[in-house]
């Protein structure tokens, strides 16, 4: 038994495990203010179908409730953070389910879901998601930024076979907020340490490349290099790139 997981653009990503497919977080574009893509984006029926959604937290680049939608229809199961479960009904879904934090279902026959702690790096609610089927487990953490929930998670949930968490330590500059100068999510180097202390046996950068709009959205530099060099003895990094899978069997 295995389970596939094949990365989509920025942060999304499509697990099959257990004879479902479920994504998390997937997109078709990135919000105007963050200027262009830059990347290439795509419809989501290019990756084929699926039997549920997760969604970290309700941002823009985090969830396309239209092309949800357009591709599904309004009745594909999707879940949210218990507190967004309102919202993301008023934008036309009606199959939400709300998760609370800790919190684990079932989709399918044998694929376990549990939301668990994730900060967010503008203080709005998000969950990371760990998925377990076919005898792997993984994590997905939206755009996290480093907290002191690692311990815990990987203590009572981990070791995790695969973590995909974001690397970009993007700083923003919004309209009406007195900038910080603070990365909003994790760094590299953060990234690879939380990776560490999950246990994971492969990490998965996602969030990077995409967005890069100084000084509204302003990516950190040389990302590819600064993982290689904080992983180094510590864990696997798999850059996958949009479109290309991982087996973990």
């Given at each position: 038994m295995s389970m596939n997981i094949q990365r989509l653009p920025w942060a999304g990503i499509r697990i099959e495990a257990g004879g479902i497919a479920i994504l998390i977080d997937p997109v078709t574009r990135i919000p105007e203010r963050f200027g262009p893509a830059r990347e290439p984006m795509y419809p989501l029926g290019t990756y084929g179908e699926a039997d549920a959604i997760l969604v970290t937290h309700l941002h823009e680049d985090h969830f396309d409730p239209q092309a949800i939608i357009e591709t599904y229809g309004a009745a594909i199961p999707v879940y949210v953070p218990s507190e967004m479960a309102e919202a993301a009904r008023a934008k036309g879904l009606t199959n939400v389910t709300g998760a609370a934090v800790g919190g684990s279902f079932e989709i399918g026959?044998?694929?376990?879901?549990?939301?668990?702690?994730?900060?967010?790096?503008?203080?709005?609610?998000?969950?990371?998601?760990?998925?377990?089927?076919?005898?792997?487990?993984?994590?997905?953490?939206?755009?996290?930024?480093?907290?002191?929930?690692?311990?815990?998670?990987?203590?009572?949930?981990?070791?995790?076979?695969?973590?995909?968490?974001?690397?970009?330590?993007?700083?923003?500059?919004?309209?009406?907020?007195?900038?910080?100068?603070?990365?909003?999510?994790?760094?590299?180097?953060?990234?690879?340490?939380?990776?560490?202390?999950?246990?994971?046996?492969?990490?998965v950068p996602i969030h990077y490349g995409a967005v890069h709009y100084p000084p509204v959205y302003t990516e950190t530099p040389d990302i590819a290099a600064r993982l290689g060099t904080a992983a180094e003895g510590k864990v696997i990094v798999n850059m996958l790139k949009a479109g290309e899978s991982i087996a973990l069997d």
């Amino acid at each position: 038994m295995s389970m596939n997981i094949q990365r989509l653009p920025w942060a999304g990503i499509r697990i099959e495990a257990g004879g479902i497919a479920i994504l998390i977080d997937p997109v078709t574009r990135i919000p105007e203010r963050f200027g262009p893509a830059r990347e290439p984006m795509y419809p989501l029926g290019t990756y084929g179908e699926a039997d549920a959604i997760l969604v970290t937290h309700l941002h823009e680049d985090h969830f396309d409730p239209q092309a949800i939608i357009e591709t599904y229809g309004a009745a594909i199961p999707v879940y949210v953070p218990s507190e967004m479960a309102e919202a993301a009904r008023a934008k036309g879904l009606t199959n939400v389910t709300g998760a609370a934090v800790g919190g684990s279902f079932e989709i399918g026959d044998g694929v376990k879901i549990t939301a668990l702690q994730s900060v967010d790096g503008v203080g709005d609610v998000q969950v990371a998601w760990a998925v377990e089927g076919d005898e792997r487990r993984v994590i997905h953490c939206g755009d996290t930024l480093w907290h002191g929930y690692w311990w815990g998670i990987a203590g009572k949930f981990g070791p995790f076979d695969a973590a995909f968490l974001p690397v970009n330590g993007a700083v923003l500059e919004l309209p009406g907020r007195l900038p910080s100068g603070q990365p909003i999510c994790l760094t590299p180097e953060q990234a690879v340490a939380a990776a560490a202390i999950l246990g994971a046996g492969v990490l998965v950068p996602i969030h990077y490349g995409a967005v890069h709009y100084p000084p509204v959205y302003t990516e950190t530099p040389d990302i590819a290099a600064r993982l290689g060099t904080a992983a180094e003895g510590k864990v696997i990094v798999n850059m996958l790139k949009a479109g290309e899978s991982i087996a973990l069997d």
